[in-house]
């Protein structure tokens, strides 16, 4: 096994001990790939830390709602990170009121761009994050509006524009009702 992945184990074993799990896997490529689901939101930042000790990188982030293509409160946000060539993916789910993770941009300032979008996209607070203004949406408008109607991750594949207005008069609410 990679020096690297092993030294993340015993570095994330150290720091959590059973307040997660992970799964390491290797292809015929010996192609590293790691999954880590973390029970407790603010240690994604020990996680974070223990990538860029390590060398490593935050490639993306993405956050999407936990019941597919229904509107939903209930999200899950998977951290992509780059370990030497090994892809490290690790989950964390925010469940009902539970929607505040702590900010990566103090270590990773890549992050600032995705923790904003899904700030206002989700409505999922971060805390200490440097810039917290809006993206896209107007700051007049109620963080996750989009979300009473159609799913984010429905409205980018596509299905926006017949799903949306559909879910919005089988309500009977105007667009501009929830503004």
Not at 15 to 37: A, F, G, P
Not at 43 to 70: E, F, H, P
Not at 91 to 115: H, V, Y
Not at 139 to 151: G, H, M, N, T
Request: charged fraction near 25%; proline fraction near 4%.
């Amino acid at each position: 096994m990679n020096d690297d992945i092993s030294r993340f184990q015993t570095m994330l074993e150290t720091s959590l001990q059973d307040d997660h799990s992970l799964t390491v896997s290797i292809n015929d490529k010996e192609v590293h790939t790691l999954w880590c689901k973390l029970n407790n939101a603010k240690d994604i930042q020990l996680v974070a830390q223990i990538v860029k000790d390590l060398g490593g990188r935050l490639s993306t982030i993405t956050a999407y709602q936990l019941k597919a293509n229904l509107p939903s409160e209930d999200n899950e946000i998977a951290y992509h990170f780059d370990i030497h060539g090994a892809t490290l993916t690790t989950t964390i789910k925010l469940i009902g009121d539970n929607k505040t993770i702590s900010s990566l941009t103090p270590i990773f300032r890549n992050a600032d761009w995705n923790e904003r979008e899904f700030m206002e996209l989700y409505d999922i607070e971060v805390e200490g994050h440097p810039n917290p203004r809006r993206l896209f949406i107007d700051e007049s408008i109620d963080p996750a509006v989009l979300q009473r109607f159609i799913p984010y991750s429905a409205m980018v594949n596509a299905a926006s524009t017949k799903t949306l207005w559909e879910n919005i008069m089988d309500k009977g609410e105007q667009p501009n009702d929830k503004l």
